[in-house]
Structure formats: structure tokens, C-alpha cells
């Protein structure tokens, strides 16, 4: 069942048609689900023709298809990677029993709880992104914001699926929920802060796919693992999804550095308020930002000790990332993990049961896959023979949740006064003047082929198009 049946209401590769309670509950959603894109997806979009991928078939090589799609006729659906024969759990104390193709009773509303979390960041993202279309830095830029756009749509409908499926009435009353939750509102907030933040410019958009979308890689590859089958494949064919958002942030960061140090050697200056005077983004406000996307999004992994953590592993729900390939008993009872902790305003380190210290592994996991991306950005200065270098803050620096919460940390990891917390923070954190600033740089560009000042074209196009493409049309 790997194809994908673009004839139905909802496209799918689940045999959707041969289990009718469940496809009138999901077309019963469907409307409400179409409601909430129009009124919170991307402002404006109604009328364009936007070149998109859809996805044709859940195999890992060539599942995209490329054509012009009006927005709101996007086919969202539901794909779930190919069934693994004889999956087994992989981890836990259920380590060697055959993977579950449905809910055990005792982890029910755990597992529910871990899938509506993780479904609650997907429409938030949209929301959050709904006003950027309007301030675009060229055509490529805004197809690409679109097309994360539309797959976190698709993400939600991923989750609603496995609630509605699996999870009876209770699963249809959370997939509701989950429509009717908005990010940054103070009576009905989506469930993590993070998400909950405004993405009021692109700096701030390339920054979110760059880190917080690279978050949500790890927490799908640790329910890639899962021993709940269903979630496992769906999640699997999500990442692959998610990929592109990751290089959405990556090369749009990088493309704002090489228009920097293009622009500070032609002029042959360092001065960011020269720099901020010709148009573009001095480094040092990149790493504010930087600094601050890092930090809010460390918090998304949680506590660095926490119980539940262990139980989810223990059960089998969520796993390590790369759980399979790891060369250890995938049991953790008796391993041991470092983890942070503070004496004395000293940061110390401190050996804990793994098992206890899961979020602080997934934290550091993805702490590494984001240094290997700053050291990319980094030949960028290298190349241009600009001396200035990206260096990710302390994983204590600005935090809100777990250890950190309440101590001040500056970047270099040492524990600070709140007397020189609040004199220095705004040379590690971007200032009103500097979002201000970044603000006031975000124009529209529309015609094919140009981009903004403050940031440089991309190397190739989408789908081997040119640059130059005309990759949305407007009508
Ligand atoms: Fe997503
Ligand atoms: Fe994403």
C-alpha cells in the first residue's frame, strides 16, 4: 500500500476507503480543517499559483511531484512510509516483542498525550508564519515559505489521523482541539512556548526552520522509533518532509551572511551601523539572533532529569534518536549519562542514570547537528576573508525551563548577576532597535530573478528551475 490515491476527498495510502466510520470521521474534519487555512494560513495567499511539490508515492527517492498548485487547493493527506515486515520494538522492556498495530490500553493516553503535543507544533508553525508572505524577499523565498507552509498542514493531518484511528472519541475530540488552539493567544495558547512566539520578519523565519524545525527532526526521529507501528512510519515519511524546511533556514541564514561580507568588503567596513546604513544585517545582530532562537528552542527538549522521559523509553513509546543503529543493550538500566548542574554559581557536570537524562541526550544530539550547520555558515566569513565567527551560546544561557530556569548564564557559560544580566543582556539578545531595524528592511520583491538587498540570490533553483523562475504567479 505504498501508492497514493489522488481520486479520494483525502488522498491516501492507508486504504482509507475500506474503513468508511473513519473516513466520514476524517472528511468530517476536513471542512474545519480548510476553515482554519483560510483564516490562518498564509495571509493573502488565496489567489496564487505556487510552485509546489505534492507528494506521489512515500518512497525515500522520488516522492515529489512539482507543478503550479493554487494554494488553497493544495491535496493535503495522509502517507505513512511502507509497513517494515516483522517490525520488532527496539528498546525498552517490550525489547524483541513484535511492533504494536494498536494502542496498548495502559499506555493510551500517554501515547495520545505525545501525539497531540507534537501535532500542536505543526499548525502553530503556520500560524506563526501566516503575515511573511506580504514582506517576501523574492519569488524563490516565497515558495519556499509556502511549501513549509502547506507540509506543516499536512504534519497536522499526519497526527489527526493517528488520533482519529486509534484513539476514539477522545482522539476526535483532541483533533478538534488542535484547530482551535492559536499561537501567542493568551486564552487558548498552543502547548509550547516556543511556539507560541511571534516569527514577525524573515531573519526570524530562516532562523525558526533553521533551529526549531531541526527540534522537530529529533523529536520525530525519537517517535520514528516508537514501538506504536503506525506512528513510527508516519513520522518516518514527515522527516523526510521536514528536510527541506531544515534547508529552507540553513541556506537563507547563509545568504544573508554571504550578502554581508559582500557588502563589508566592498565598502571595507565592519561597522554595523555602517553596514545597518547600506541596507544589510550587520553579523553580530545574526548571532543575537542566533542566541536567542537557540536558546528558546533548547527548551522544547525539556528538563534535563526527568521521569517521564524515562518512562517513555521504558514503555517503548519514544525513543533515542538513531535508536537501531546504537551499539548498547537498548535498555539503559544500568548506563550512565552527563548532564549539567550548578554549585556554587559554577557549572559542574554531573553523572546520571541514561535513562533519566533522555531529553538532555536528544538536546545534545541535536546541539551537535546544529554546530556541524554554524561551522558551514562559518567558511562563508572564511572565504571572504571577514574574521568574524558563529559560536553557539551555552546551553544554559537564557533558558526557561529545567536547571537553568532562574540563574543567568551568559553566552561563555559562566553564572551571572541579575545586575549584569540586565546591563549586558542586550548585546547577546536582540534588542527592540535591533528587531526594529530588521523590520524596517523587510520590503516585498516580486519580480522573477531579483531579491531584497540584505540577502543574496541562492546558488540553483528549486527542482533544477532557474533563479530566475517564475515560482509563484499571481492572479
Ligand atoms: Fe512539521
Ligand atoms: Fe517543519
Redesign the pocket.
Known amino acids: 500500500m505504498t501508492g497514493i490515491d489522488y481520486n479520494e476527498r483525502i488522498p491516501n495510502n492507508v486504504g482509507l476507503s475500506g474503513n468508511k466510520s473513519l473516513q466520514r470521521a476524517l472528511e468530517h474534519w476536513q471542512p474545519g480543517y480548510l476553515k482554519w487555512w483560510g483564516e490562518m494560513g498564509p495571509d493573502k495567499s488565496q489567489a496564487m499559483d505556487v510552485y509546489l511539490r505534492t507528494a506521489v508515492s512515500v518512497e525515500p527517492k522520488g516522492w515529489a511531484h512539482y507543478d503550479y498548485v493554487r494554494m488553497p487547493d493544495y491535496r493535503w493527506g495522509i502517507f505513512l512510509a511502507p509497513a517494515e515486515a516483522e517490525r520488532k520494538v527496539n528498546f525498552g522492556a517490550h525489547k524483541g516483542d513484535p511492533a504494536w498495530q494498536d494502542v496498548p490500553g495502559e499506555y493510551r493516553s500517554t501515547l495520545r498525550r505525545i501525539i497531540v503535543t507534537q501535532g500542536d507544533t505543526e499548525p502553530a508553525?503556520v500560524e506563526q508564519q501566516r503575515h511573511l508572505g506580504l514582506t517576501c524577499p523574492s519569488l524563490y523565498d516565497l515558495r519556499n515559505l509556502f511549501q513549509?507552509n502547506v507540509?506543516?498542514g499536512r504534519?497536522l493531518w499526519a497526527m489527526v489521523y493517528l488520533l482519529h484511528a486509534y484513539f476514539g472519541r477522545d482522539g476526535r475530540e483532541e483533533a478538534e482541539a488542535l484547530l482551535e488552539r492559536r499561537s501567542g493567544d493568551a486564552d487558548n495558547p498552543r502547548i509550547l512556548t516556543a511556539f507560541n512566539e511571534k516569527t514577525p520578519d524573515w531573519l526570524s523565519f530562516f532562523m525558526f526552520?533553521f533551529i526549531t524545525?531541526r527540534d522537530?527532526k529529533y523529536q520525530l526521529a525519537a517517535l520514528a522509533e516508537s514501538a506504536f507501528d503506525p506512528l513510527s512510519r508516519t513520522c518516518r515519511f514527515m522527516l523526510t518532509e521536514?528536510a527541506h524546511?531544515l534547508f529552507v533556514g540553513e541556506t537563507g541564514i547563509a545568504r544573508i551572511i554571504q550578502r554581508t561580507c559582500d557588502v563589508m568588503n566592498q565598502h571595507k567596513t565592519d561597522d554595523p551601523a555602517r553596514l545597518r546604513g547600506l541596507g544589510v544585517i550587520d553579523l553580530p545582530t545574526l548571532q543575537k539572533y542566533l542566541n536567542f532562537h537557540f536558546s528558546v528552542t533548547s527548551d522544547l527538549y525539556g528538563s534535563e532529569i526527568s521521569s517521564n522521559a524515562a518512562s517513555f523509553y521504558t514503555q517503548g513509546l519514544k525513543g533515542r534518536f538513531d535508536e537501531t543503529h546504537l551499539g548498547d543493550d537498548h535498555r539503559l538500566e544500568a548506563a550512565e549519562y552527563e548532564v549539567p548542574d550548578v554549585a556554587e554559581d559554577r557549572i559542574i557536570v554531573r553523572h546520571v542514570p541514561a535513562l533519566t537524562a533522555l531529553n538532555e541526550r536528544l538536546r545534545d544530539d541535536w546541539i551537535a547537528d546544529v554546530q556541524k550547520a554554524i561551522d558551514r555558515w562559518n567558511r562563508i566569513p572564511d572565504k571572504a576573508g571577514v574574521p568574524f565567527r558563529f559560536k553557539l551560546p551555552h546551553k544554559g544561557f537564557n533558558r526557561r525551563i529545567g536547571l537553568f530556569n532562574g540563574l543567568h548564564v551568559d553566552p561563555a557559560g559562566e553564572v551571572v548577576s541579575e545586575a549584569e544580566w540586565t546591563h549586558r543582556h542586550g548585546g547577546w539578545l536582540p534588542t527592540e532597535e535591533d528587531r526594529a531595524f530588521v523590520h524596517s528592511l523587510m520590503g516585498r520583491v516580486t519580480e522573477p530573478g531579483k531579491f531584497a538587498n540584505w540577502i543574496a540570490p541562492p546558488l540553483n533553483g528549486i527542482n533544477k528551475q532557474p533563479v530566475n523562475f517564475e515560482y509563484v504567479r499571481f492572479s
Request: charged residues 40%.
Open positions: 508553525s513549509v507540509e506543516e504534519h526552520t524545525d522537530g521536514e524546511h
